[in-house]
């Protein structure tokens, strides 16, 4: 596992914490699942080793959210410092990239006038010798005319120095680190950045609804924090659920398929949390969050069920009269919902006969006396 020690290089991403979450129950890295920009910190230790449940599963808003409050109240005393040393850094005539280009343009100059020197001191008979120390001169002119052009560039593109509103504006972000983190100028790979610096490693672990995470800080201090709620992409707590969309998810996985089961659900006009229709992948990401298990092939055999069609196939007659003989109950079968597919008892069909279809009743009405007769 030397591989899952160390943390590794910040990844692309909205998510603030790949590479530093670790599971409390196997010791692993916590892998990440977007779907969409949205994604989730998952384990699947004890799937890989044991074949069991994923060990912990993790909503990524939530947990960023919950982690990036205690880093900011933990780095909230050095915002002002932070601030000081900005300002100090914009406010230096030399920046870092002009005194390496200085440095290197010292370096340049000395080559050129090593060239000359060699140049000088060759015997001008000696053509060769003098053609290939005359070249070697130029390339170093031609280095030192570059590193110069590149320094008046920078010079050009220096910014003019904050004034005091600007001073003043900067030393407030410092004080409030919510509003500077918060900004729209702090992209996540900035974030990122900011909570590697401080936070060494954070290790999670699944307590029913609640995921207790451990803060492991880069001076060995540590924090708990716990996170109990869900929030969704607006920064809100997710919507309840009703307990009869669970239900019936929850019946319809043991019928059909999760394409099957959005295609459904979005043609009865049953709609997410959110009033958003049904996909593949939010039918697994429901069944996943409410540990509703997958649908099987084989199920309906175990439980000793068929179809409608199967079941018309064994009574004799066509699907829509063994629809009407459910209806009227002549043949025992259940429906989650309208739409979903009949499930037939296979027990109750046994010694079930062919039978025909009945006779249609003798009408003593005259023509003229049935209503709907008279107007064909």
Not at 216 to 238: M, S
Request: with cysteine; aromatic share 4%.
């Amino acid at each position: 596992m030397t591989s899952a020690l160390a943390r590794g290089a910040a990844r692309e991403g909205e998510l603030l914490l790949p590479g530093l979450l670790r599971c409390g129950h196997c010791g692993r890295k916590l892998h990440v699942h977007y779907g969409g920009k949205l994604g989730r910190y998952q384990c699947h230790g004890a799937r890989t080793n044991h074949g069991a449940a994923r060990c912990i599963s993790v909503s990524g808003l939530s947990i960023d959210a919950a982690i990036a409050k205690e880093a900011l109240s933990v780095l909230k005393p050095l915002g002002i410092e932070a601030a000081i040393k900005a300002i100090e850094a914009q406010s230096s005539k030399t920046t870092a990239s002009e005194r390496q280009l200085e440095l290197s343009l010292q370096q340049a100059r000395y080559e050129a006038a090593h060239a000359r020197r060699q140049y000088d001191a060759v015997d001008p008979a000696n053509r060769l010798v003098a053609g290939e120390l005359e070249r070697r001169w130029n390339e170093a002119l031609q280095a030192v005319a570059k590193i110069e052009g590149d320094i008046a560039a920078l010079v050009v593109r220096r910014p003019p120095p904050l004034g005091e509103p600007e001073r003043r504006r900067l030393m407030a972000l410092g004080a409030d680190l919510e509003s500077a983190w918060s900004h729209p100028g702090a992209t996540a790979a900035t974030r990122k950045r900011i909570l590697r610096t401080a936070i060494s490693e954070i290790v999670v672990r699944r307590d029913g609804a609640i995921i207790h995470a451990i803060l492991h800080w880069q001076g060995g201090d540590h924090t708990e924090v716990q996170v109990k709620q869900r929030l969704n992409a607006a920064g809100r707590h997710n919507p309840r659920i009703p307990d009869g969309t669970i239900a019936l998810i929850g019946e319809l996985a043991r019928l059909m398929p999760d394409r099957q089961i959005a295609r459904l659900l979005n043609r009865i006009g049953v709609e997410t949390g959110h009033g958003n229709a049904w996909t593949l992948e939010r039918v697994r990401g429901f069944r996943n969050h409410h540990e509703i298990e997958v649908y099987r092939d084989g199920e309906w055999a175990e439980r000793g069920e068929i179809t409608l069609e199967a079941a018309a196939q064994i009574v004799g007659v066509c699907n829509m009269t063994a629809l009407r003989m459910l209806r009227r109950g002549e043949i025992e079968g259940r429906q989650v919902c309208p739409g979903a597919l009949w499930a037939v008892k296979a027990a109750d069909l046994a010694g079930f006969t062919s039978r025909a279809p009945s006779k249609p009743s003798t009408n003593t009405k005259s023509r003229s006396e049935d209503p709907f007769l008279s107007m064909t």
